[in-house]
C-alpha cells in the first residue's frame, strides 16, 4: 500500500512523524510531494498559497507514483472553511482518480463518529488565524471551550516549537475538560507524547500528523489497523496490519 501525502515546503516535521507512525506497517509506504508555503495569515499573500492549482499539480506528481489515496497533510480548512478541503478532494479524485482526503476533515469525521463536541484547542498561529479557526469549528457545530495558541507566524518556526511547550499548552486546554484535544498543526512535534499526556489528563488528544495518517489509511483501504503509541485514535481497532 502506498499513501501519498501533500506536504507544505518548509514542514519539516510531518515527514519523519508520518514515518514513525508508520513504522510497524510493514507493507505501507509514504511518498510526499510539496508546494510552496512558508507563512501562516489571512493576508491576500499567505491565503493565495493554498490556491488549489499547486496543490493539484503536487497531486499529480503523487499519481505518477501509483499512490492508494492522497492526503493533504496541511490544516489550512481550520482557517479557510471545511469546505476547501472538500473540494480540494473532489477535485484531486477527478484529476487523478484517487481517493483523497485530508487531516482537518478526518478530524472532523472522528469528532462526529465519537460524539466530541467540545474540544480544546492548541495552535502555533496568530491570534487572527485562531480567531478564524474558532469560528470555523463553531460553523461545523464543534465549540472550542479552551485554547492556546503560540502567536507564530513562520511556518518553519513552528517545527522548532519543543515538546515541553506543547505538553504544557494540552495540558492547560485539558484543564478544561473538553470532549477532546485537538492539537491543529503537520509542523509541530505533538505526537510522540499523545499517549502519555492522554493517560495523564484522561482525554482524547487529536493530533493533525495522526490524523492524516489515520484519514490516509482509511481512503486507501477503508479500515485502519491498530498502530500502538500515538494515542486513542487507533484504539479498538482490531483488524490486522496491512
Not at 507514483?65 to 484531486?92: H, M, P
Amino acid at each position: 500500500m502506498r499513501l501519498g501525502m501533500l506536504t507544505p515546503s518548509s514542514n519539516t516535521v510531518l515527514e519523519p512523524m508520518t514515518g514513525r507512525i508508520v513504522a510497524g506497517l510493514s507493507a505501507v509506504s509514504v511518498h510526499y510531494s510539496r508546494f510552496r508555503v512558508t507563512q501562516i495569515g489571512l493576508d491576500p499573500a499567505a491565503l493565495r498559497q493554498f490556491d488549489e492549482r499547486p496543490m493539484l499539480a503536487a497531486a499529480e506528481l503523487l499519481a505518477d507514483a501509483k499512490v492508494d489515496a492522497i492526503s493533504w497533510n496541511g490544516t489550512s480548512a481550520g482557517w479557510l472553511g471545511l469546505d476547501s478541503d472538500r473540494r480540494l478532494c473532489e477535485r484531486i479524485r477527478a484529476v487523478t482518480g484517487i481517493k483523497a482526503s485530508t487531516s482537518v476533515l478526518t478530524l472532523f469525521e472522528l469528532l462526529a463518529e465519537r460524539c466530541e463536541r467540545r474540544i480544546g484547542l492548541v495552535t502555533p498561529y496568530t491570534d487572527d488565524v485562531q480567531s478564524a479557526i474558532i469560528l470555523g469549528f463553531a460553523r461545523e457545530g464543534v465549540e472550542v471551550v479552551a485554547e492556546r495558541h503560540l502567536g507564530i507566524r513562520d511556518n518553519f518556526s513552528f517545527g522548532e516549537v519543543p515538546e515541553d511547550m506543547l505538553s504544557e499548552g494540552i495540558g492547560e486546554v485539558a484543564s478544561a475538560r473538553p470532549d477532546a484535544v485537538s492539537v491543529l498543526c503537520t509542523n509541530l512535534a505533538a505526537a510522540p507524547v499523545v499517549a502519555e499526556l492522554e493517560r495523564l489528563h484522561g482525554v482524547p488528544i487529536h493530533d493533525s500528523i495522526v490524523c492524516a495518517v489515520y484519514g490516509a489509511l482509511k481512503a486507501a483501504c477503508g479500515e485502519v489497523p491498530r498502530i500502538e503509541g500515538f494515542g486513542r485514535m487507533f484504539d479498538g481497532c482490531d483488524r490486522q496490519r496491512p
